[in-house]
């Protein structure tokens, strides 16, 4: 069975810096492209950075470019997004979700919330 | 990377069909095979409905079906059931190698 689990969400300061994880499992983890979506309270989902199988390619949304940096571990099964200089707006709950075919995210984490308050 | 557009709102009796349209450009829906919808209960994570345009994943109902023409994909209720009733989001692959979501439409089962 495919399972995602998100981990490393909580409150921070604007300013501040959060390293969500993703643990894998149930599948060939170094055979996907991997993804993470957020989604604000009340609002849509929004696409943040999806990373290559090897790691060799990464794209992030234009919002979080220079500030996010999404990485995996194969070898640990693990996806991660570094968050850096985090602001009010980035508040949401983060998914890792895995890419199946034509791009299409096929399984889903749980998601981890991330607040940024004062 | 401006999100695609869905109606806010869709709403039907038990029974009959809805249909959800989405709109984007020629550098996201337009351009690509690659459109997927996604059905989303509250407090839940989104699931996978359709992909690549109109291929249904094992296990979701014959019921639910996609299409796409030009800039604009659709997602069609047939039978509508109670528990259609949940948020619906489109994505699409870009042509900057991102992926875009739909604005997002709630559907409501009268």
């Known amino acids: 069975e495919v399972q995602l689990v998100e981990s490393g969400g909580g409150l921070v300061q604007p300013g501040g810096s959060l390293r969500l994880s993703c643990a894998a499992s149930?599948?060939?983890?170094?055979?996907?492209?991997m993804s993470w979506v957020r989604q604000a309270p009340g609002k849509g989902l929004e696409w943040v950075a999806n990373?290559?199988?090897?790691?060799?390619?990464?794209y992030y949304v234009d919002s979080v470019k220079g500030r996010f940096t999404i990485s995996r571990d194969n070898a640990k099964n693990s996806l991660y997004l570094q968050m850096n200089s985090l602001r009010a707006e980035d508040t949401a709950v983060y998914y890792c979700?895995?890419?199946?075919?034509?791009?299409?995210?096929?399984?889903w984490g749980q998601g981890t919330l991330v607040t940024v308050s004062s | 990377q401006s999100a695609l557009t869905q109606p806010a709102s869709v709403s039907g009796s038990p029974g009959q069909s809805i249909t959800i349209s989405c709109t984007g450009t020629?550098?996201?829906?337009?351009?690509?095979?690659?459109v997927s919808w996604y059905q989303q209960h509250p407090g839940k994570a989104p699931k996978l409905m359709i992909y690549?345009?109109?291929n249904r994943p094992s296990g979701v109902p014959d019921r639910f079906s996609g299409s796409k023409s030009g800039n604009t994909a659709s997602l069609t209720i047939s039978g509508l059931q109670a528990e259609d009733e949940a948020d619906y989001y489109c994505?699409?692959?870009?042509?900057?190698?991102?992926?875009?979501f739909g604005t997002g439409t709630k559907v409501t089962v009268l």
């Open positions: 979700a895995r890419e199946g075919i034509a791009a299409a995210d096929d399984y």
């Open positions: 149930g599948f060939t983890f170094s055979s996907y492209w």
């Open positions: 990373i290559k199988q090897d790691g060799s390619e990464k």
């Open positions: 020629s550098s996201d829906v337009g351009g690509y095979n690659y």
């Open positions: 690549e345009v109109s």
């Open positions: 994505s699409s692959y870009t042509s900057s190698s991102t992926e875009v």
